[in-house]
């Protein structure tokens, strides 16, 4: 949805875009988690890519970065579980 939208922006913003596995997805939600965030996976996105970027030394040590958490996990709670091997 709104891909053109989002590829203007970045474009006009000299901005970027980052692809997280699926994997890296599921560790950024347990350790959100861990610090009392309970959010969707789609929303662990950002915290992956922050992951990332900060390991890639993309962002730097001294940088000061904002990432958005929008999803609460009450809406993945399904999935979470699965994660967590709680789902029957």
Do not use: F, H, N
Not at 41 to 60: F, K, N, Q, V, W
Not at 74 to 82: D, F, L, N, S, V
Request: net charge negative.
């Amino acid at each position: 949805m709104r891909g053109r939208a989002v590829l203007a922006a970045l474009r006009r913003s000299g901005g970027g875009t980052v692809a997280v596995s699926e994997p890296a997805i599921e560790a950024a939600l347990m350790e959100l988690a861990r610090s009392g965030l309970y959010v969707e996976p789609t929303c662990a996105m950002a915290a992956a890519a922050l992951t990332d970027l900060t390991a890639s030394g993309a962002i730097g040590p001294d940088e000061t970065v904002v990432a958005v958490l929008t999803g609460t996990g009450i809406k993945a709670t399904p999935r979470i579980a699965e994660l967590l091997g709680l789902a029957p």
